[in-house]
């Protein structure tokens, strides 16, 4: 974090006012970064959920305690007494830009990439095509996706080679039975329970030194009893490209060992058979009467540099449901600009850029800021976002002492003007009762929680504006 010494705001003696709009790592990193230096702040994290915490609450499978364990260092920012949550609130709707400008000096923004990346491959709009994000929102108990989920097909395949996609192959081949110590809710124990997945392929375009799985992520594929992992010897290929990541990247090195060692094994006899194919494009999923009957994949190989092309050789998979896993991607967010093709808002180093003047001066959108994925991209591990909001966070410093100040910048004046408009805002304190709710649920089965899913279930156990 770079030092301020000395640095001044429009603020004047009172603590600078900061708004993140958002609740998740991205934006709870700023928080940190913004506390690390030696200006006085008072910070307030809006979320649109009930709990905080984000993609590791939603985004992150059940059965992936260590990622979670994030949580706990989530926790002591948030502990902090000059950092404030303001959940269960939609900006947008609920609050706006100009409203929070009312309120505060400047206003991050860390609302994340939730949806999923387009793949235009003709037959994607068919039944049994589905979006990973969409899934793993389902299967991580967000509340406002359906209660139930179609596994009705035998043979699946996963487009991508991303650890998502790894978590939705994983999910999917592993038995109700297996992810139930986890926290899932009832609901998805019982969809898991009926799911007739049986075989599930994952598909790569690239080979295995392009693969974007993180060792351990890849290796923890094969601790099930019941998931039998198969790799293609035909699959393991390397060019002049390849071999130089190997090379350069301890971790590319990993993945592709453990590919390799698994290729060279005889296959055993776990019940679900999951197999890690590359060098197979998406073309087509193929459909009758509306619904998936098929994937059809072009066969590729290396051009010298990691990179591939075309063969003109097809292959047809017998599938009857796929899953793109091909990214994240941010949503617009109102009053910002926002880039479509990137799934970003415009920025220089955090500051929301809205254009460039006649003389080629960027202009920026004054006190407004980002971080996190809305910032860069839905790329990186979470850590990655440290450096981000300790980025944005010394821009906003710099910037400070030119500050408009905000027009009613008492904390109290935002809960009144939240509660004179009747939203039912929870608290930190409130995150804390939700906690020890779902830490009840779980006590009598000897697990350490069972998720609430129902967003006024949520509500009823945070006690809304109560501290």
Not at 163 to 188: F, M, W
Not at 305 to 332: C, F, H, M
């Amino acid at each position: 974090m770079t030092e301020h010494a000395g640095t001044k705001s429009g603020a004047g003696d009172r603590p600078l006012r900061i708004a993140i709009v958002g609740a998740g790592p991205a934006g709870i990193y700023a928080a940190d970064a913004l506390m690390k230096s030696d200006v006085e702040a008072s910070i307030d994290l809006y979320e649109r959920m009930p709990a905080p915490f984000g993609l590791i609450r939603y985004g992150v499978a059940p059965d992936h305690p260590r990622i979670k364990g994030i949580i706990t260092a989530l926790h002591k920012v948030l502990d902090k007494p000059q950092v404030r949550l303001l959940g269960n609130i939609d900006y947008g709707s609920d609050i706006d830009l100009s409203t929070l400008r009312r309120f505060y000096d400047a206003v991050i923004f860390s609302t994340g990439a939730n949806a999923d990346r387009a793949l235009g491959v003709p037959g994607i709009d068919l039944d049994g095509s589905y979006g990973a994000a969409d899934f793993v929102s389902w299967y991580d108990g967000h509340p406002d996706v359906p209660r139930t989920w179609p596994l009705d097909a035998e043979k699946v395949a996963v487009l991508g080679v991303g650890n998502v996609a790894l978590d939705v192959a994983r999910v999917l081949a592993k038995t109700g039975d297996e992810l139930l110590p986890t926290e899932i809710p009832p609901n998805v124990y019982e969809g898991l329970r009926n799911n007739k997945a049986l075989e599930v392929h994952v598909f790569g375009r690239r080979g295995p030194a392009q693969a974007k799985f993180t060792p351990l992520e890849l290796r923890e594929l094969d601790h099930s009893p019941t998931i039998e992992v198969i790799v293609d010897p035909e699959d393991i290929d390397y060019d002049e490209g390849s071999e130089a990541a190997r090379r350069h990247s301890k971790q590319v090195d990993m993945v592709c060992n453990t590919l390799e060692q698994w290729a060279i094994r005889d296959v055993g006899d776990r019940p679900h058979k999951l197999f890690l194919h590359f060098f197979e494009s998406p073309a087509e999923l193929i459909g009758e009467n509306g619904k998936v009957v098929g994937l059809r994949t072009e066969r590729t190989t290396l051009d010298g540099t990691g990179n591939v092309k075309g063969t003109g050789t097809y292959k047809d998979w017998d599938v009857q449901a796929v899953y793109r896993a091909v990214g994240y991607l941010s949503q617009n967010i109102p009053q910002l600009p926002f880039d479509d093709q990137a799934g970003t808002v415009p920025n220089e180093a955090g500051r929301v850029l809205v254009d460039e003047s006649a003389d080629g001066a960027a202009r920026y959108l004054p006190q407004t800021y980002v971080t996190g994925w809305i910032k860069r991209g839905p790329v990186g591990l979470i850590g990655h976002t440290k450096g981000d909001a300790n980025e944005t966070i010394a821009c906003l410093l710099d910037d400070a002492a030119s500050f408009t100040p905000a027009a009613e910048p008492d904390p109290e004046a935002v809960t009144k003007f939240l509660e004179d408009k009747g939203i039912p805002f929870t608290t930190w304190a409130g995150w804390y009762r939700l906690d020890a709710h779902e830490r009840s649920l779980g006590e009598p089965e000897g697990r350490e929680r069972v998720k609430v899913v129902e967003r006024e279930d949520m509500l009823r156990a945070s006690e809304p504006h109560k501290v």
